[in-house]
């Protein structure tokens, strides 16, 4: 009975985030997700358009347990790779345990059209297992863009699905819009904002900081509305080419939901 009541809360909970498979980053949770703006290594999962300010290899990888659910477990891998001919990248992901998983495999790419505009896109293999019925996998496809309004401020914008796969019959992957800017208001002061609709839910607005007092040290917290979220996070770098980052959020109704990971570039 207890495995069963455990299925259907995680069949329901994938029903409600599965658009989210591919932000798993203590960076972007820090941050309340609100990361359509960013230029990094991160933004392999968040919106690609933002890969061409990465000018070098460049390896992220980052774990995530929502609730504190060994069911609800997330992992994720991101290797991006600058070239004359744009930035290329290859994502991977995996969420659920041995009753449900789900998996994902992108390939992306990224280039500047103009000085103050880039875009991207990511090309990707979803799978979903369920050993006692099968499995099921599709392709489909996210879009990007960011522009330079100024030296200071950088809008984007992302789409998810936009051709509306299905995921089975009746049931599709949702289409998510994002829209959002990053405004570094200092060397030391970052703010990022964006608004999230998916077709079948609610306007989310989600915001966040980062504060960096020290060059090797970034202190991140930020908030999402529809459902409410709390968020915050902090990173390391050690060196010049490795950073560690973790960051925790906080549901009112489900509860702390941790993440860890790590960058080199």
């Known amino acids: ?3 069963c009541c455990l299925t259907a809360f995680i069949f329901f909970f994938l029903a409600k985030s599965v658009a989210q498979l591919g932000i798993v980053s203590p960076i972007s949770a ?6 359509v703006g960013l ?16 000018n070098k290899l460049a390896v992220v990888a980052a774990v995530e347990q929502r609730f504190l659910l060994s069911e609800l477990r997330s992992a994720s ?7 004359r001919s744009g930035v290329f990248g290859f994502a991977a992901q995996s969420f659920g345990y041995e009753a449900f998983r789900r998996q994902k495999l992108g390939l992306s ?57 299905e995921l089975a019959a009746g049931e599709s992957l949702p289409t998510v819009l994002r829209l959002g800017l990053a405004w570094t208001v200092s060397e030391k002061l970052l703010i990022c904002s964006e608004v999230e609709k998916d077709l079948d839910q609610a306007i989310r607005w989600k915001s966040g900081i980062n504060y ?21 996070g902090v990173g390391y770098r050690f060196g010049d080419n490795l950073q560690a980052d973790m960051s925790g959020s906080f549901h009112q109704v489900l509860g702390f939901s941790p993440s860890l990971g790590v960058q080199w570039y």
């Open 1 to 3: 009975m207890k495995h």
């Open 30 to 35: 820090g941050l309340g997700h609100a990361t």
């Open 39 to 54: 230029q990094s290594p991160v933004s392999i999962f968040t919106n690609q358009a933002g890969m061409v300010g990465v």
């Open 77 to 83: 891998v991101g290797v991006t790779l600058p070239t």
């Open 109 to 165: 790419y990224a280039r500047k059209l103009w000085k103050t505009l880039s875009v991207g896109a990511q090309f990707y293999y979803l799978q979903t297992r369920i050993p006692d019925y099968g499995s099921n996998g599709l392709v489909s496809l996210e879009i990007g863009a960011q522009a330079n309004i100024s030296k200071t401020l950088l809008v984007g914008a992302h789409l998810q699905n936009p051709a509306n796969i």
């Open 212 to 232: 960096r007092p020290v060059s090797v040290l970034n202190l991140r917290a930020g908030f999402a509305t529809e459902p409410s979220a709390l968020f915050f």
